[in-house]
């Protein structure tokens, strides 16, 4: 009877033995879990934050092409082509005024003698 009784202790301490193997394993997994779980979180904030990013710039870049377009006359209610010619022109003849009043003005350096 004795010796039944100690290969049931024996098989009561292996149950303990691999059971608490068991919970082991299962505190490890749940951290692996937990730990995925977060780093997924932060991917998905991560990830809609790009999200935010783009979206902003491409109303940004919609929007500048839409001037852009308006400022070329390629779209409706924009200046039209030859008044943006016209502005050239302009501008063009000014920076060419100016150079010819600085250089009227600007004192000649006399040239060494030789």
């Known amino acids: 009877m004795s010796s039944s009784r100690n290969i049931e202790d024996t098989y009561e301490a292996q149950n303990d033995q691999?059971?608490?193997?068991l919970h082991s394993k299962l505190r490890t997994l749940r951290g692996v879990t937990t730990d995925i779980y977060e780093d997924v979180e932060r991917?998905?904030?991560?990830l809609d934050?790009?999200?935010n990013t783009?979206?902003?710039f491409g109303d940004s870049l919609s929007q500048s092409a839409r001037r852009a377009g308006q400022a070329f006359g390629l779209t409706s209610g924009g200046v039209k082509s030859w008044r943006l010619i016209g502005y050239c022109i302009v501008g063009f003849l000014?920076?060419?005024l100016m150079l010819k009043i600085m250089w009227w003005w600007w004192p000649s350096t006399p040239t060494p003698a030789q």
């Open 18 to 21: 691999q059971l608490d193997l």
């Open 43 to 46: 991917q998905n904030l991560s």
């Open 49 to 51: 934050d790009t999200r």
């Open 54 to 56: 783009f979206q902003s």
């Open 94 to 96: 000014g920076v060419w």
